[in-house]
């Protein structure tokens, strides 16, 4: 686990959740393990206990402290790739299930909180592209057209408007997604592991799987200490933290840091001028930073940083520069905070989801898109594991497919991040 001490976030655990859990595995056999406490683990167990399965779920480290509960708390809907793109991609039929799926994505967590008055903060007041360059407007007109066409409640920014919701310096213009919002993630995460132990879900923290072994038409799930759970079927919900549980699955991923800083909360008479109305923005930039406020009012801004786990602040001072490019105003006010998590990309920027045995299932690669997607993956991920029928996902199943020299592609990915970080310095 990359946590480190000092990965000390904004986020906050809602009161006396930390006592609810320990390593403690008390089922000996059940219809479902999950390996994995992230959105994608709560949310598969929580669906699964809902249809009546008895389900175990496992994780290696403490709750949140995977990407789930270290993230921005951006909840946008939709992938990287807009409506024509997934249907040019993917054909007519997936490109349509998958499009209507991710537009839904959103929806997943803020009904989700409704519906079981989750004790998480949250604000559904929309998500800007911010666009930095006249290229990037074209291309948020393009996408405003296309997610138009299929009803949702999008719309351009020309540079005034820009200005006014965000505050911010340099952009040109931009587009404003009305579905998106912004969550704590950490008390996301923690109020769903509480609604699924509600369901009777025993949750074992700090307990690392470390092998699977397929026995009697089903699993044998053995952990760091030898302690083992038998299970019919397995979701590895490990994602950006995988590790060689499931062989080649970490090599079908490359996985980056994301890194965030939050200041001090800001001043009150700044509350007009920065995001007023608390939209969540992530801007056009190859290198893309993206930004919000913070329920406690601190602005919360992140970026990529160094593939290696951070050595102290100065591996943050990137961000802080660009803080105060954007919001010179801010230059006084204290990094009080700053924390950073992994994020797993694919090779063509899509969630993958694999099966590489009956009854063995996995799903990674949300390209630091994945509350929304994760969330609303629960459901149809559980109806599979519970019916078997492959009509109800809404991603093709796939090989596991390494990536032909990964321990290099890590390399050639931070080559590239220098250089698209030096592009984007050209134009600003
Ligand atoms: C800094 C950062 C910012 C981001 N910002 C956003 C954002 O604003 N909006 C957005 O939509 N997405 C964002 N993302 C991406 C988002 O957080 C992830 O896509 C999402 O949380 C993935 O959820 P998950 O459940 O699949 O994985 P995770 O939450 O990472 O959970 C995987 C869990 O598996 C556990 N595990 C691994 N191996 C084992 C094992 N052998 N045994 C037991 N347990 C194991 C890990 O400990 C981990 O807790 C961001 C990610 C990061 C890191």
Known sequence: MTREPANLSVWQKPAAISAAFGPVVDRGSVDLAVIGAGFQGLSAALHAARRGLSVQVIEAAGLGEGASGLNGGQVIPGLKFDPEALIAMLGPERGATLTEFSARAADAVFDLIAREGLKVPHRRTGWIQAAH???????????????????????????????????????????????????????????????????????????????????????????????????????????????????????????????????????????????????????????????RKSPDNRLVLGGRGPMRVPRGPEDWQHLERALKRLYPALAGLPIERRWFGRVAITADFLPHLHEPEPGLLMVAGCQGRGIGLMTALGAPLADYIASGDAAVLPLPLSPIRPIPLHRFRRVGVAARIAWYRMLDRLER
């Not at 890194?259 to 290198?287: K, M, N």
């Open 133 to 291: 360059t006249e290229t990037a407007l074209l291309a948020a007109a393009q996408r405003n057209r296309q997610w138009r066409a299929h009803g949702a409640d999008v719309t351009l920014l020309n540079q005034a408007e820009i200005a006014l919701l965000t505050g911010a310096n340099g952009y040109k213009g931009g587009w404003l997604d009305r579905r998106a919002g912004t969550i704590d993630p950490l008390a996301f995460v923690c109020e769903l592991a509480r609604l699924v132990a509600n369901l009777g879900v025993n949750i074992a923290l700090n307990r690392r799987v470390t092998g699977l072994r397929r026995e009697d038409g089903g699993w044998r799930v053995t952990m760091a200490d030898g302690d083992e759970v038998r299970a019919t079927k397995v979701l590895v919900a490990t994602n950006a933290y995988s590790d060689a549980l499931i062989p080649g699955l970490a090599q079908s991923l490359v996985w980056l840091h994301s890194f965030q800083i939050a200041t001090a909360p800001l001043p009150s008479e700044l509350d007009d001028i920065v995001l007023p109305h608390g939209q969540a923005v992530s801007d056009s930039r190859r290198i893309l930073l993206y930004f």
